[in-house]
């Protein structure tokens, strides 16, 4: 009940396309659904998160879409550009500061 | 600059061998965490301390045991070292709920990579 699952473990996309990255979580006592993005050799940093109150959020060129009755949620990238070239995950805690629960993990290639 | 600073960066081990991961934060944070990060797996919690004196197991503590030494430092220990314990670590500390109104993301370590032969 704690995992989330996340998917395509990859992606390849050509420069302005719109890469969609899925995750599927379990526990509905999850409250707090960040996206964080890992550069080779650099700790992962958060992108952008939602709350289950909202249905989607955007902020620049990066949408969550968000899921409650179907326990889903995914990234979107518009306009993708070869520098969103990064591993995205998902995850979900109980709370904004609370233990995060993280997805498996898109490594996401964008060609120029 | 504020942040998670990890101690080493790289380090090889035998098989059997020990060794602690260094972490610590400048943000007077409570919480601080310890995952480990394999390919296809994402990030899993090994421990975390949600504040200074407290520990608690996460998914994966076999093999390890940590310190919270005080609000700003905590450490990670492998008392034998397994090949299975190749990975890369990453040290992190979240920011409380309710701080501002925005969402503040966990700060990472840029990370531990370690290679038991």
């Known amino acids: 009940q704690q995992q989330v699952k996340q998917s395509p473990q990859s992606l390849i996309v050509q420069k302005g396309g719109i890469p969609i990255i899925n995750c599927a979580y379990e526990?509905?006592?999850?409250?707090?659904f960040p996206w964080y993005q890992q550069f080779p050799g650099k700790g992962p940093a958060l992108l952008i998160a939602?709350?289950?109150?909202?249905s989607e959020k955007k902020e620049g060129r990066f949408t969550i879409s968000f899921n409650k009755s179907a326990k889903q949620f995914s990234l979107h990238i518009m306009d993708s550009q070869p520098g969103d070239s990064a591993t995205y995950f998902c995850a979900a805690s109980m709370f904004q500061g609370g233990k995060l629960i993280f997805g498996q993990g898109t490594e996401l290639s964008v060609k120029p | 600059n504020a942040g998670v600073t990890q101690t080493p960066k790289f380090q090889v081990l035998k098989t059997g061998q020990s060794m602690t991961l260094q972490c610590a934060q400048d943000m007077n944070h409570n919480s601080m965490y310890w995952y480990r990060q394999d390919p296809g797996m994402g990030l899993r919690l090994i421990y975390y301390?949600?504040?200074?004196?407290?520990?608690d197991k996460g998914e994966v503590p076999n093999g390890y045991n940590v310190s919270r030494l005080n609000k700003r430092e905590f450490s990670l220990r492998l008392e034998s070292a397994a090949p299975s314990q190749t990975s890369v670590y990453f040290c992190a500390s979240p920011p409380p709920e309710g701080q501002g109104t925005a969402f503040y993301g966990y700060t990472f370590g840029s990370g531990t990579r370690l290679t038991v032969v």
């Open positions: 301390s949600a504040s200074e004196g407290t520990t």
């Open positions: 939602i709350r289950p109150d909202v």
């Open positions: 526990n509905t006592a999850f409250d707090y």
